[in-house]
């Protein structure tokens, strides 16, 4: 039985994958992902609601209320090691995507404010890239919309490469209580991408009580919903993993918990 956490892609088809707040039982994050076609156009309204526009892979020309930034995008591969292109796009306009080249677009959305905000092509080179963990708990990360870029009402979005073998979102924690600066509340949602394609990896989402607990075998383009709780990735042996993470929630800042029980890991070795 698939989890009721556990968004699986359509294998072929403009839409790849859609997680609404409505499917989702939850208020905040929205994802969806599209593949277009050079030549290919898919109009995104943004309504009530803000937007990111993550060029995954390809090139598209990103029109938003009659202005074109154009030929946006340079990767073949999520697992190319350089940032994508990315267009913040407010609430209350009408967003036009046409395929440059073959593409994959990742649609980030989140409830807004009442904040005057504009429209901001998310320039690669300004984004800020780092390294997490260490052995095999490292991966690599590329601050897309970090909670410390004022861009956004509530919408943070980031991208996570997991070498094959190695664990992710570990040791395990949650940002499921509004209680900052200990936790804050966040919805998020996994878009995984696994190298070679038909690999796969887990994800555990499990809650102190265990009222959750939920492990998740992902395939190529499936989305994980995390409502609360912990939520950690393990990649097997010969196969990368890569995912994009969309977070939100009543305030846009990140703090999580760690679960007590893996906390240790994180002490320095004896003798340091």
């Known amino acids: 039985m698939v989890s009721p956490l556990l968004a699986k892609a359509a294998p072929s088809g403009r839409e790849i994958v859609n997680v609404t707040p409505e499917r989702a039982g939850w208020t905040h994050v929205g994802f969806r992902a599209v593949r277009l076609e050079?030549?290919?156009?898919?109009?995104?309204?943004?309504?009530a609601r803000e937007l990111c526009v993550v060029v995954l892979t390809?090139?598209?020309?990103?029109?938003?209320?009659?202005?074109?930034?154009?030929?946006?995008?340079?990767?073949?591969?999520?697992?190319?090691?350089?940032?994508?292109?990315?267009?913040?796009?407010?609430?209350g306009m009408t967003v036009t995507l046409r395929g440059v080249r073959n593409a994959e677009v990742g649609?980030?959305?989140?409830?807004?404010?009442?904040?005057?905000?504009?429209?901001?092509?998310?320039d690669p080179a300004t984004m800020r890239r780092s390294v997490r963990g260490k052995?095999?708990?490292?991966?690599?990360?590329?601050?897309i919309l970090p909670h410390d870029d004022p861009t956004a009402a509530h919408l943070l979005v980031v991208e996570v490469?997991?070498?094959?073998?190695?664990s992710s979102s570990y040791p395990p924690h949650k940002h499921d209580v509004e209680q900052p600066p200990v936790e804050t509340l966040l919805e998020e949602t996994y878009y995984h991408r696994l190298n070679p394609p038909q690999g796969f990896a887990f994800q555990r989402v499990y809650t102190d009580?265990?009222?959750?607990?939920?492990?998740?075998?992902?395939?190529?383009?499936d989305v994980v919903m995390v409502p609360k709780g912990y939520h950690p990735v393990v990649a097997p042996h010969g196969y990368d993993s890569y995912y994009l993470n969309v977070m939100a929630g009543p305030n846009r800042f990140w703090v999580f918990k760690n679960d007590p029980a893996h906390?240790?890991?994180?002490?320095?070795?004896?003798?340091?």
């Open 107 to 122: 649609l980030c959305t989140a409830p807004t404010d009442s904040q005057e905000r504009t429209v901001r092509v998310i």
């Open 209 to 221: 009580d265990r009222s959750i607990d939920e492990a998740c075998a992902v395939e190529n383009h």
């Open 161 to 166: 490469m997991t070498p094959a073998s190695h």
């Open 135 to 143: 052995g095999t708990n490292t991966r690599y990360v590329c601050d």
């Open 58 to 91: 390809g090139s598209v020309d990103v029109t938003v209320d009659g202005t074109t930034y154009a030929n946006l995008g340079t990767r073949d591969s999520v697992f190319d090691e350089k940032s994508p292109a990315a267009v913040y796009v407010p609430a």
């Open 263 to 272: 906390e240790w890991m994180l002490a320095p070795a004896a003798g340091t």
């Open 38 to 47: 050079a030549g290919a156009i898919e109009i995104v309204a943004t309504g």
